[in-house]
């Protein structure tokens, strides 16, 4: 028996928006082997298994795959280990040492975006274009954006993990990574149906995501895995 956080991370300003994740911070009950089973019974887009809070020590899982980093996964966990008076400055996934911070009401992480699952990225013309794109299935791992106001960074965004096993992502911290290497400047994403993202890219070739995260509930579980 565990306890399951469940949170929204990369909420819009106005509480919209945000995508779901599942927190074992008692990760460590859970032996490696049972990992992935526990994440696609669980079903979120990711679930995260805390070995070690005070060292900040994780593992990352979707439904079908374990990630080396993933951006709205270590904020969300950065965002409840704070919240439940665990706050650490280094976030410990298999994709090496992650600093993290709070600023106000968003939670970051500094990385380089290849340690996380890199897209195909595509700009198009418009807002509208993005709006409009259609699922494109198979095992494309694909995200489309386009500018909403460029003079103020804002940007709108798209994402399609279908290679593992997400048809369409709320909101995407890799993705968000990526973006911000790629356009090089301060950005605000704008995904999914209200989710906002934070891009910051630093000089050293790493990039700040964050976010605004709330929990939504805890509660016992159990898995037949896990009995």
Not at 185 to 191: A, E, G, L, N, S
């Amino acid at each position: 028996m565990t306890t399951l956080h469940t949170l929204r991370v990369f909420l819009g300003p106005d509480g919209t928006g945000g995508n779901p994740l599942g927190v074992l911070l008692d990760g460590a009950a859970v032996p490696p082997a049972a990992r992935q089973v526990v994440a696609a019974d669980l079903g979120f887009s990711e679930t995260v298994f805390v070995d070690d809070a005070a060292t900040g020590e994780l593992s990352i899982f979707t439904p079908t795959v374990e990630l080396p980093l993933a951006g709205h996964p270590l904020v969300g966990t950065a965002w409840l280990l704070a919240h439940t008076g665990a706050a650490v400055a280094t976030l410990r996934p298999p994709a090496g040492d992650v600093p993290t911070w709070g600023d106000g009401e968003l939670t970051w992480i500094r990385a380089r975006q290849e340690w996380a699952t890199l897209y195909d990225v595509a700009q198009l013309e418009t807002r509208a274009d993005v709006d409009g794109f259609r699922v494109p299935g198979g095992d494309a791992m694909v995200a489309v954006w386009a500018w909403e106001d460029e003079s103020s960074g804002r940007v709108r965004a798209r994402v399609f993990p279908n290679g593992i096993g997400i048809e369409e992502d709320e909101a995407t911290g890799a993705a968000a990574l990526q973006l911000g290497a790629l356009i090089g400047r301060d950005i605000v994403i704008r995904q999914g149906e209200g989710s906002e993202l934070h891009a910051q890219p630093g000089d050293d070739g790493t990039v700040a995501v964050g976010g605004r995260v709330e929990l939504v509930g805890a509660r016992s579980y159990a898995s037949r895995v896990t009995a």
